[in-house]
């Protein structure tokens, strides 16, 4: 990542540094910093300072490796592969302005490079006028059929379609994209539990999974994002996009920690390519700027 986080973590593990009560407070401001939250990062200080009291730990970079696994053991991640010789169908979801749209495309042109070739877009965002047109061009782009119904229809009537069209060609993959309206929570909730059903139904055992976009750069907000559409349908994965030097990035271990959800893929820039499987142990070792 690159980021200021990171550098103020080196700093304070620099030389000369005393461990002492004023090192964990300052750590635990730190974490809280980068995004982990109050709760946990202070669960997480202390945890360590345990560690570090039973075992006689008193070098820096002991000390570091003794947070990396700590820190480890709150990121989950997950592998996420559409089951050959199936119907997947999968639900993306997450507010308006993370970046789901172009998530979507992104994961339909990673899956077709990959050898899928039966991949359908469904444009089950149908509130949002630009997500239809959005969606649209990206098909083209990248070459990808995209069932789409009119501004304002139904949008499980459009998932419907789309794995009916899937269907008839064989095998495949259905990536639906969502609308994300958090302002209106109980419309919100009500439509996606009727497109979850719509998805349950037509997906094959087990290849029906729902995927949560959330934008690295927003923290706390984030996880309560999250929050919000696991209590609504059950969160299976997260795409993290904006994951570059603006992102603090303790995220990941939020929603690791707090919701037991797992990341699948980072997001890093706005080209088709700039996606890619998630590694706790790289991000934790980016995270610490080790």
């Known amino acids: 990542m690159g980021n200021k986080f990171a550098e103020k973590i080196k700093s304070l593990f620099g030389k000369g540094k005393k461990i002492n009560d004023d090192f964990y407070d300052d750590l635990t401001d730190l974490l809280v910093e980068g995004d982990i939250g109050a709760k946990a990062s202070?669960?997480?200080v202390e945890e360590l300072e345990?560690?570090?009291?039973?075992?006689?730990?008193?070098?820096?970079?002991?000390?570091?490796?003794?947070l990396r696994d700590l820190l480890l053991q709150n990121v989950k991640s997950v592998d996420l592969q559409p089951e050959k010789d199936k119907i997947n169908v999968w639900m993306v979801l997450g507010v308006n302005g993370v970046g789901k749209t172009t998530s979507v495309a992104k994961l339909a042109n990673y899956y077709k490079n990959q050898g899928n070739e039966n991949v359908i877009l469904a444009s089950a965002d149908t509130f949002r006028a630009a997500a239809i047109e959005q969606l649209a061009m990206h098909?083209?782009?990248?070459?990808?059929?995209v069932v789409s119904h009119q501004h304002g229809s139904d949008p499980s009537a459009v998932v419907f379609d789309a794995a009916d069209a899937l269907k008839s060609k064989g095998p495949?993959?259905?990536?639906?994209?969502?609308?994300g309206?958090?302002?209106?929570?109980?419309?919100?909730?009500r439509e996606l539990q009727k497109i979850d059903k719509i998805c349950t139904q037509k997906a094959d055992q087990g290849c029906y999974?729902?995927?949560?976009?959330?934008?690295?750069?927003?923290?706390?907000?984030?996880?309560?994002?999250?929050?919000?559409f696991n209590e609504a349908v059950g969160?299976?994965?997260?795409?993290?996009?904006?994951?570059?030097?603006?992102?603090?990035?303790?995220?990941?271990?939020?929603?690791g920690r707090e919701l037991n959800i797992p990341v699948a893929f980072v997001c890093t820039g706005e080209k088709y390519q700039d996606i890619k499987p998630f590694d706790a142990k790289t991000y934790i070792d980016e995270f610490l700027g080790l």
């Open 42 to 44: 202070y669960t997480i």
């Open 172 to 179: 495949g993959i259905v990536l639906a994209d969502t609308a």
């Open 50 to 66: 345990t560690i570090c009291s039973k075992g006689k730990i008193t070098e820096q970079d002991e000390i570091l490796r003794e």
């Open 209 to 228: 999974k729902k995927i949560i976009v959330l934008d690295a750069t927003t923290g706390q907000n984030a996880l309560r994002q999250a929050e919000v």
């Open 235 to 255: 969160v299976d994965a997260v795409i993290l996009t904006k994951y570059d030097s603006t992102a603090k990035g303790g995220i990941a271990i939020s929603v």
């Open 139 to 145: 098909g083209e782009k990248i070459e990808v059929r």
């Open 181 to 189: 309206r958090l302002h209106n929570k109980e419309n919100l909730v």
